[in-house]
């Protein structure tokens, strides 16, 4: 049984940093690229970054180009976003997921687990 648990997030100020963590256990052979979504209150769930099984490829959403970083450590079996000159406009529920694609996908569909959610409020 594949398990995915959101931690690291929280309340800060505008330009604040934060790192969310995934922690991924079960039978990794099953799972290649990973991805961050997020969902603000009224909105749909969105892909922000994804990484591909390996990590050689990544992708960001134009809103958080430049300031969001996905990462993985396999030896921890972790999954991490770093988030930096964070916004408002970021407050969301943050979901990690993991998909049985090599490569990155980007339809929320393709995302086979997911985990339960850590939220992130960003104050102006």
């Known amino acids: 049984q594949v398990q995915l648990v959101e931690s690291g997030g929280g309340l800060v100020h505008a330009g604040d940093s934060l790192r969310l963590s995934c922690a991924i256990s079960?039978?990794?052979?099953?799972?290649?690229?990973m991805g961050w979504f997020r969902q603000a209150p009224g909105k749909e769930r969105e892909l922000v970054a994804a990484?591909?099984?390996?990590?050689?490829?990544?992708y960001y959403a134009d809103s958080v180009k430049g300031r969001y970083t996905i990462s993985r450590d396999d030896a921890k079996s972790t999954l991490y976003l770093q988030m930096n000159s964070l916004k408002p406009e970021d407050t969301a529920v943050y979901f990690c997921a993991a998909s049985h694609s090599v490569d990155i996908i980007t339809r929320r569909s393709a995302y086979a687990y997911w985990g339960q959610g850590t939220q992130v409020t960003v104050s102006s």
């Open positions: 990484l591909s099984y390996g990590g050689s490829s990544t």
């Open positions: 079960g039978p990794l052979r099953d799972m290649y690229s």
